[in-house]
C-alpha cells in the first residue's frame, strides 16, 4: 500500500518503534464527549495489564518543551486570545512524563509569543503544575515579559513583569525558567541593564532558577540579546549574569543552534551550573558529551523542543546513557536529526507547525489545529517530508492512522490519492 506525496509515492512502515510499543498508546476523548474546561482529567489509558512506569532518568535531567492543544470548536481569530482544549494538553503532558521526561511548560514550543498569550500561559502553568504534582512529573515554566503589549517605557516595568510572572511560576509549584524577553532586548541600551534586570530577578528567586537564551532564529525580535549583537560580547554579559549569583542558577539553556558555541560555554560554567542544550540540530552529541576519559570532561542535560515529538525515543535513548552505553545512545538518538532539522529548518520559528502535525499523526489529539491558525505556517511539501521522515523512524504508535490522517490531509489539499 502507498501514499500519494507532492513529490511521490511513499511505502508506509506497518509497525511503531519498539520504544512506542512497550507503553500506553495516547487516548484522545472523542470530539463528540469531550468534557468540559473544569471537568476531572481524563484516564490516560493505562491498562492494568500495562508494564509499570519506567524508572527516572539519572544521568541527564531531561526536559520536553510541550506544545498546546488548541480548541478547535472556539470561535475565536489569530489575533484574539487562545483558546484551548485543556484534557488534550494535559493527557500530551502525562505521555512525556510516561516515558521519565520533564516537562518545560509555556515555552516557545507551546507558541509563547506566537499565539499563547499570558493569561492562557499562567492558567496552563496552574493546570500543568497541578498535573505533575499527581504524577510525581517533573516540571519547570517560561516567565517572561509577555503581558506587556505596547512597548514598555523603562527597565522598571520590564522588570516588574518578570517579577510577576516568576511569582506565579513560584506559587504553582513549578521550577522557573528566565525566558529571554523582547520587552527587555527592546529596552535595553547594552550589556549593563541585562546586569540589572536579570540580577534583580535572580536575588528575588526562592530557588535556583534556569536562564534561557534563545537566538534570534527561533525569534528575531531578540536579536542582540545580552547587549551585543556579536555573540562572544553576547557571552561575556551572559557569564557575567551567572557568576554574580551561581547559587541562583540552576542552569542555563542555549538555543543558538550552534554546537561548538555551546561546548565552549559549558566549559566556562560555574561548578554546579548545568548546561542544557536547545540546540535541535546537534543534541546527540551535545548530550552525549566530552569522552568521559578527558579530564575535566562535560556534558549537556537537555531542554528540547524536538523531544516533544520523539519523546519515547529520547527516553530509551537516555537509558542506554544511563548504563554507558554512549554507543546505544548514538544508535537511537542520531536517526531522528534528520527529522529535527527538517522541522527546525528555517524560518526556524515556525517548527511548532510541524510538532503539532505530528501530535495529530501519533493519536495525541484529534485534529490539526493551532492556536493564532498557525497550521498554516508551513507548506504541504514540508509536511508531507515531516510524515514521511517521522514514519520512517517509527514514531507513529498506530502507523495506519497516521496513514489515514495524512491521506486526508493530502487529499483536502489537492493530492488525490
Known amino acids: 500500500m502507498t501514499i500519494e506525496l507532492p513529490y511521490g509515492s511513499y511505502h508506509p512502515r506497518t509497525d511503531p518503534h519498539p520504544a512506542l510499543s512497550s507503553r500506553p498508546r495516547p487516548q484522545s476523548p472523542p470530539p463528540s464527549s469531550r468534557p468540559g474546561p473544569q471537568s476531572p482529567p481524563p484516564s490516560s489509558g493505562t491498562d492494568p495489564q500495562s508494564p509499570p512506569p519506567p524508572p527516572p532518568l539519572s544521568s541527564r535531567t531531561v526536559f520536553s518543551a510541550a506544545h498546546v492543544v488548541a480548541d478547535p470548536y472556539a470561535d475565536t481569530t489569530p489575533d484574539g486570545p487562545a483558546a484551548l482544549d485543556w484534557d488534550a494538553t494535559l493527557a500530551f503532558r502525562r505521555h512525556l512524563w510516561a516515558h521519565g521526561l520533564g ?162 560555554l559549558r566549559r566556562r560554567l560555574p561548578e554546579g551550573v548545568r548546561c542544557y542544550t536547545g540546540d535541535d540540530f546537534h543534541y546527540p552529541e551535545l548530550i552525549a558529551g566530552d569522552d568521559p576519559s578527558t579530564p575535566g570532561a562535560r556534558f549537556s542535560h537537555a531542554l528540547l523542543g524536538i523531544f516533544d515529538p520523539i519523546g519515547p525515543l529520547a527516553a530509551e535513548a537516555v537509558r542506554l546513557l544511563d548504563t554507558g552505553d554512549r554507543g546505544g545512545f548514538r544508535t537511537v538518538l542520531d536517526p531522528t536529526v534528520e527529522l529535527s532539522r527538517h522541522l527546525f529548518a528555517a524560518p526556524t520559528r515556525y517548527y511548532k507547525t510541524g510538532v503539532v502535525l505530528l501530535a495529530w499523526l501519533a493519536g495525541h489529539q484529534e485534529h490539526f489545529t493551532m492556536v493564532g491558525g498557525l497550521q498554516s505556517a508551513r507548506a504541504l511539501p514540508h509536511l508531507a517530508r515531516a510524515y514521511e521522515l517521522a514514519d520512517r523512524l517509527g514514531l507513529f504508535p498506530d502507523p495506519a492512522l497516521a496513514e489515514h490522517r495524512m491521506r486526508a490531509l493530502l487529499t483536502v489539499h489537492g493530492v488525490p490519492q
Open 103 to 264: 516537562v518545560a511548560e509555556a515555552m516557545d514550543t507551546a507558541q509563547r509569543g506566537m499565539g499563547l498569550d499570558w493569561p492562557r500561559a499562567a492558567e496552563l502553568i496552574t493546570r500543568s503544575a497541578a498535573e505533575a504534582r499527581a504524577c510525581g512529573g517533573r516540571i519547570s515554566a517560561g516567565a517572561g515579559t509577555d503581558q506587556l503589549i505596547a512597548p514598555p517605557s523603562s527597565l522598571a516595568e520590564v522588570s516588574k513583569a518578570y517579577e510577576e510572572q516568576l511569582a506565579h511560576i513560584e506559587s504553582a509549584g513549578a521550577q522557573p525558567i528566565l525566558m529571554a524577553s523582547r520587552a527587555l532586548a527592546a529596552t535595553a541600551t547594552g550589556p549593563e541593564d541585562y546586569l540589572t534586570v536579570y540580577g534583580e530577578l535572580l536575588r528575588q528567586a526562592r530557588e535556583p532558577v534556569i536562564l534561557h537564551w534563545l537566538g534570534p532564529m527561533f525569534d528575531p525580535a531578540l536579536t542582540g540579546y545580552w547587549g551585543s549583537s556579536d555573540l562572544d560580547a553576547a557571552t561575556e554579559s551572559f557569564l557575567q549574569v551567572i557568576a554574580a549569583h551561581p547559587d541562583k542558577v540552576d542552569g542555563v539553556k542555549v538555543s543558538l543552534l550552534d554546537a561548538d558555541r555551546e561546548v565552549d
